[in-house]
T-cell receptor
Framework: AQSVSQHNHHVILSEAASLELGCNYSYGGTVNLFWYVQYPGQHLQLLLKYFSGDPLVKGIKGFEAEFIKSKFSFNLRKPSVQWSDTAEYFC????????????FGTGTRLLVSP | GAGVSQSPRYKVAKRGQDVALRCDPI?????LFWYQQALGQGPEFLTY????????KSGLPSDRFFAERPEGSVSTLKIQRTQQEDSAVYLCASSLGTGNFHEQYFGPGTRLTVT
């Protein structure tokens, strides 16, 4: 079945550590890719998105993601995390079937300890 | 400016009751989406409106689920004869246009608990 996989369900890091969260998808053809974040008590909000062009995309708050087409991956990275990055992170794919619906992964809970 | 709002924020229903969940999208947003988020899972697509037209309802899990957006702004998701498996957070999102490059803005969700 077509899906989006996030292999890390829970990640615990110390401040200043580097972060990489994995995301793989199983859709063929052209896709649009997103990372959303949900801070405690807040709405889902967009971190970054990839539609075309440079496969390395930069988002808000120092996050970036790399689209590797051959690996069907769109991993999220941040060189140095802060306590305020504690949140749940969701990878999402728009299979580009004509409508904008998003298919989400199961999410990764990140806890950054000060 | 005002974001997407949803009401109620929390709803407890006895099994078999009908519920109605409301979404107020950002003013002027053409597209509106409903998602269902079960505990420990990512949001799952339910249905999509472009103005008042429901163009995709492929994610609605059963015929107990019904959504409408009669005037192309406010939307209501109705669940009839609620079951325990309907317990979830129901998220509404809106976007300005209809192209895939438009960002979806999410509301806070309605947490439905069916007892």
């Amino acid at each position: 079945a077509q899906s989006v996989s996030q292999h890390n369900h829970h990640v615990i890091l110390s401040e200043a550590a580097s972060l990489e969260l994995g995301c793989n998808y199983s859709y063929g053809g052209t896709v649009n890719l997103f990372w959303y974040v949900q801070y405690p008590g807040q709405h889902l909000q967009l971190l970054l998105k990839y539609f075309s062009g440079d496969p390395l995309v930069k988002g808000i708050k120092g996050f970036e993601a790399e689209f590797i087409k051959s690996k069907f991956s769109f991993n999220l990275r941040k060189p140095s995390v802060q306590w305020s990055d504690t949140a749940e992170y969701f990878c999402a794919v728009n299979p580009n079937t004509g409508f904008q619906k998003l298919v989400f992964g199961t999410g990764t809970r990140l806890l950054v300890s000060p | 400016g005002a974001g997407v709002s949803q009401s109620p924020r929390y709803k407890v229903a006895k099994r078999g009751q009908d519920v109605a969940l409301r979404c107020d999208p950002i003013s002027g947003h053409v597209s509106l989406f409903w998602y269902q988020q079960a505990l420990g899972q990512g949001p799952e697509f339910l249905t999509y409106f472009q103005n008042e037209a429901q163009l995709d309802k492929s994610g609605l899990p059963s015929d107990r689920f019904f959504a409408e957006r009669p005037e192309g702004s406010v939307s209501t998701l109705k669940i009839q004869r609620t079951q325990q498996e309907d317990s979830a957070v129901y998220l509404c999102a809106s976007s300005l246009g209809t192209g895939n490059f438009h960002e979806q803005y999410f509301g806070p969700g309605t947490r439905l608990t069916v007892t």
